[in-house]
């Protein structure tokens, strides 16, 4: 029986589409060339979700995001410079907008676009506007543009939105846009980018963009503060929807920041009406809370969380996440902050019922965090320790910041350098490590001095360049949501050992680190991160997946005498830990 003639008769299409579903990129690329029916089911497939970000999937990913997008990126080569990620990525887009042009018909399957921004670069003009603009104007089919980038004129205009009729997910940039929004629309992003004053002149009505709210399954509210409140103040005051009809949401996320000098009293007043006066926070499934205070000795998050907990009524949720805000760079703020956000979720009623968990922190970017002792880490481990078994339904558990944050103790980095684990491979990578942070220094931007690297220096740069795997703080802060954590899957991201904070070699040696030395740094991390993962597996009995820090571990199997299987920094080598509990 031969491929090309005797197999794809028997098979109808409708089975060939569900086999394509499941299939990575490059293997719906090589099924297009079989026949032309294999051609027709594999493009169709090919074009439906396309992504643009510069970077690749991680090699060997086999997770079901990964065969759902189609990646527009750049070079999978860890030695690549950045002169040749931006003419690659350059040149996958211009191959792309001239399929599209020659072959107009494509345009029809395109039905999710998802656009990312370089977080290792200030210029956002990669993205070939051209490109872009022919998507959003010619595409029947578009259901979802998400734009998690800076670049203003990449998101979708009033003429688009009226002509887009099976739109679902989009963000808006002004309120004026409100009006124009689809009825089809069930997912909205705010973030007001091309203007922050209320249109009071403007001819907006008000009837329209208010039943375009009630419609809304989903509302994402911006981290930017003033996006959030000039779009509240909007909807509280000049849509004015009555207090007897609340917005049934199913999923809601919001800003509450207690900042410097009481400024965004305002705010906070206004993100507590909304909620409690015209949401029925009961209807909720999925929450996600950007929470923080920068006052000292502030009660303000506790209280809130206890208001939350007891005016909210939350019966339903399944899905949680938090993101620390925060100018603070001291331990007391970061234990009181994970302190609230325990006693809220202990004191959730539907705790017990919780699926999926988030909890995104904001650590200094050196891991310079002021009383970083030892024993403050402990009472941190301890109290989530106690918070996360009670969270007996848990099945996907995600810290982006986990290592970042451990990076913060010099205790726990210097036990992970010289006495985290005796695994063959740890004893032969840990030494060269070693001799790194001997021959380097680094830059401290605070003091203007030049300093010798010590072991949070070099981990939390290390951490930082593990976490641009997933979701980045500057995705947060445009559009994304730690929610959708798993909705695309995680992407190469190296560190070439110098470039991050003004890293440096001595003089006289012959440094021969770069990037290509990143995946065994990263393999030795998953080593030290896995007894964390049993312990987390030890109190959650349903836990399946776990991620910290763009370090993925396989939890389903708890025969495994190996443990916890990383799946993509050592899928093969168990590790030896000497010390089992920090």
Known sequence: MSLTSDLPKEFPDAIWNVIAAYLQQQDIVNLALVNYRLYVIAIRNLYRNIWFKKSVVLPNCHLESAAYWTLIGSSSNVLAKKELHNQIFKARQAVLLQSLTINPELLIYIEKVAIFEDSNSDDTAQINEKLIELIKGNCPNLQSFQVFNKNRDLHLSDRELTHLKKLETCAINHLLQLQELPTSLKHLHVNLLDTYKIEKNACLETKTALLRLYGLESLYLSSDEISTLTFLHFVINDLKPPKSKKFQF?????????????????????????????????????????????????????????????????????????????????????????????????????????????????????????????????????????????????????????????????????????????????????????????????????????????????????????????????????????????????????????????????????????????????????????????????????????????????????????????????????PDLVVKDH
């Open 250 to 574: 199913k999923t809601l996320k919001i800003i509450y920041y207690h900042g410097f000098n009481d400024y965004n009293a305002t705010l906070r007043d206004l993100i507590l009406s909304f909620i409690y006066d015209y949401c029925d926070l009961s209807a909720l499934v999925n929450m996600e809370l950007v929470l923080g205070c920068d006052i000292p000795n502030c009660s303000c998050l506790p209280l809130f969380s206890d208001e939350l907990c007891e005016k909210g009524k939350l019966t339903n949720l399944r899905k949680l996440a938090f993101i620390e805000k925060t100018e603070q760079k001291r331990h007391d703020f970061v234990e009181n902050w994970d302190i609230s956000v325990g006693r809220l979720i202990l004191k959730l009623p539907a705790t017990p019922d919780v699926e999926y968990l988030s909890i995104r922190h904001s650590p200094p970017p050196d891991g310079n965090l002021e009383n970083g002792l030892e024993g403050n880490f402990i009472r941190r481990k301890n109290l989530y320790q106690d918070v996360l078994r009670k969270l007996t339904s848990l099945r996907v558990l995600i810290s982006p910041s986990f290592f970042a944050s451990s990076a913060c103790y010099e205790t726990i980095t210097s036990d992970l350098l010289w006495n985290g684990c005796n695994c063959e491979f740890c004893s032969k990578y840990l030494s060269l490590f070693d001799e790194y942070i001997m021959k380097h220094f680094y830059l401290d931007t605070s003091t203007g001095l030049l300093k010798d690297v010590i072991s949070p220096r070099f981990f939390a740069a290390a951490a930082n360049s593990l976490a641009r795997r997933m979701f980045t703080p500057s995705d947060v802060m445009h559009n994304a949501s730690d929610l959708d954590l798993l909705s695309f899957p995680p992407t190469l991201s190296t560190w070439d050992f110098h470039g991050y904070s003004y890293f440096m070699h001595q003089d006289g040696y012959n440094c021969e680190f770069n990037q290509s030395l990143f995946p065994q740094l990263a393999k030795v991390i998953s080593h030290f991160m896995d007894d964390y993962v049993q312990g987390c597996m030890k109190r959650l009995p349903l836990l399946s997946f776990c991620i910290l820090s763009g370090v993925y571990f396989d939890t389903s199997d708890r025969h495994s005498t190996g443990g916890p299987k990383s799946l993509f920094d050592d899928p093969g080598t168990k």
